[in-house]
């Protein structure tokens, strides 16, 4: 059984910093890419920022200097520092691997997600 783990969101005033955490946890061969991505009310679920199992970032535009996001693979944790949040990164945040699993005697690789947690930024 696979596991996805956020912790660290929570309510912030605008212009404050929240650092979330991941930890991936169950029988897992490989973890490759991992990514944040967030879901705001009434709007489509985006990705936030990713890490290459190789530590190559990439951001959307709206967090690109407020956001990095880091990984450490002997922990299976990745981790997003975030900063000057605005009101509009008021969002449920989650958790994305892709993972390599032994499955029905092979490996198998697909995409995992968190449950979410929730980031409220007040003005």
């Known amino acids: 059984q696979v596991q996805l783990v956020e912790s660290g969101g929570g309510l912030v005033q605008a212009g404050g910093s929240l650092r979330l955490s991941c930890v991936v946890s169950g029988s897992i061969l490989r973890i490759n890419d991992m990514a944040w991505y967030r879901q705001a009310p009434g709007k489509q679920r985006e990705v936030v920022a990713s890490i290459t199992s190789g530590g190559t970032t990439n951001y959307a535009d709206s967090m690109t200097g407020r956001a990095t996001i880091s990984r450490d693979n002997a922990k299976n944790t990745v981790a997003l520092q975030m900063n000057s949040l605005k009101p509009e990164d008021t969002a449920v945040y989650y958790c994305?691997?892709?993972?390599?699993?032994?499955?029905?005697?092979?490996?198998?690789?697909?995409?995992?997600w968190g449950q979410g947690t929730q980031v409220t930024v007040s003005s």
């Open positions: 994305n691997a892709a993972l390599t699993i032994f499955d029905g005697g092979r490996a198998r690789t697909g995409k995992y």
